[in-house]
């Protein structure tokens, strides 16, 4: 089993997560965020990667320390769990529709995190998170887990379809991209013999 742990305690929060790439997407996920523990019960579930998420944030003063951290944290735990990535596909792409949004999903597992953000919301809020934070639990995501992601909603009205099909889209895209290629299970897919990351 491919598992990582992370204990991430700074001042603003304290964050213990759990991930194992080769599970069926069962979850326990508690970031005192409604909204926010709903999209990562999306990803572990869609993705079959099984998932713990426990947070305890400085929410007294706002969402951001414990959105950026949750994704910092699973990226970590990500990174942990990949390895040396030998074996892995390394690329996924996935197209998530949810009813009339449209999302797409590039990824590469490639030591290069960088982020392509093409998404917007209208409204301040859902639920009690704070949209301007979806975009930086992205970034936040890419960055510590080494991975050149690309987001787009093609088309979309609803703000709740829109980032709901951006998570589950980024987990489909996840699980193609950590899956183990038959093919070549003993070697890192990259021709430099090296990924970056762990």
Do not use: C
């Amino acid at each position: 089993m491919r598992t990582g742990s992370v204990h991430r305690k700074t001042n603003e929060t304290d964050i213990q997560v759990e991930l194992n790439l080769d599970g069926t997407g069962v979850y326990t996920v508690s970031t005192g965020i409604g909204f926010l523990d709903h999209m990562l019960e999306q990803l572990s579930r869609h993705s079959l990667i099984d998932l713990t998420v426990a947070i305890k944030g400085d929410l007294h003063v706002d969402q951001h320390h414990t959105t950026e951290d949750s994704g910092i944290a699973i990226g970590e735990a990500l990174t942990k769990a990949l390895g040396d990535r030998k074996g892995i596909t390394r690329y996924g792409h996935a197209y998530a529709p949810m009813d009339e949004t449209l999302t797409r999903v590039a990824i590469d597992i490639s030591g290069r995190p960088y982020l392509v953000w093409n998404s917007g919301f209208t409204q301040e809020k859902l639920g009690e998170w704070d949209t301007e934070l979806i975009e930086h639990w992205f970034h936040s995501f890419a960055g510590a887990a080494g991975l050149t992601l690309h987001v787009e909603t093609l088309y979309g009205r609803n703000n709740h379809h829109i980032v709901e099909s951006a998570f589950k889209a980024l987990a489909r895209a996840l699980r193609t991209a950590v899956e183990i290629d038959p093919r070549k299970a003993d070697q890192v897919p990259s021709t430099k013999g090296s990924l970056g990351g762990a």
